[in-house]
């Protein structure tokens, strides 16, 4: 039983170009959010997160964005930039357990 | 840098024979965790420390067991390994009252020849 699923094992932007990263999670316990960038050879990578009690938490150029009515999240990344290159991971906690719970993951290429 | 380390970065192992993987952390978290990720799927939680108190997941198989000597160090005893037992693992940490992200490690590929 996955609770968090990335149904897009790939996705091949052009760099400048907006990168759109997409989660969906069962749990409707899950109330706070992670993305994760994992490169090869490496371990992943904190990159950003969001709380249930949001819809919107941005850094940089990178974005997250929540639905929780849908159960549904997306990373949006702009510009795109070829050292975004990466494994991406979307993940999901219940805070009063601690325990991430991962998707599969997503891997981004992004050509120059 | 503060960070965490794992060794060896990749282990090759026989069949049926037991087999070790170590984790350091100079981040001083009281939280470690234990993660096996197998080719293109999600990382899968087999186990966590929160300070020494030991907490395993309802599947994590009896041939995994752990050992937290200290704050720093944290081990992962694969009894007898089996060919299904081929991953990454990955070791995780965080603090407690810090946030909820997980500090990880680069992994450590095992091979089970």
Same mark, same amino acid.
């Given at each position: 039983?996955?609770? +968090? ?35 090869? $050879? ?27 009515? $849908? ?6 990344? +702009? ?34 | ?113």
């Amino acid at each position: 039983d996955q609770q +968090v699923k990335q149904n897009s094992p790939s996705l091949s932007v052009q760099e400048g170009r907006i990168s759109i990263l997409n989660c969906d999670y069962t749990n409707s316990m899950f109330d706070y959010f992670l993305w994760y960038k994992k490169y090869p $050879a490496e371990g992943p990578t904190f990159l950003i997160s969001i709380s249930s009690i949001k819809d919107k938490n941005e850094d940089g150029r990178f974005t997250v964005f929540l639905n929780k009515s $849908a159960k549904h999240l997306s990373l949006h990344i +702009v510009p795109s930039q070829p050292g975004d290159s990466a494994v991406y991971f979307c993940a999901a906690m219940r805070t009063s357990y601690g325990k991430l719970t991962f998707g599969q993951g997503t891997i981004l290429t992004v050509h120059p | 840098d503060a960070m965490v380390i794992q060794n060896p970065r990749y282990q090759v192992t026989q069949f049926g024979k037991p087999v070790t993987l170590s984790c350091s952390q100079t981040l001083n978290h009281n939280v470690m965790y234990w993660y096996q990720q197998k080719s293109s799927q999600a990382p899968k939680l087999l186990f966590h420390y929160y300070d020494k108190d030991f907490n395993n997941e309802a599947d994590t198989p009896d041939n995994f067991q752990s050992r937290r000597p200290n704050t720093s160090f944290c081990f992962l005893d694969i009894r007898s390994p089996g060919l299904g037992d081929a991953a990454m693992y990955l070791c995780a940490t965080s603090p407690i009252g810090g946030g909820y992200e997980q500090y990880f490690g680069p992994g450590t590929r095992l091979t089970v020849t």
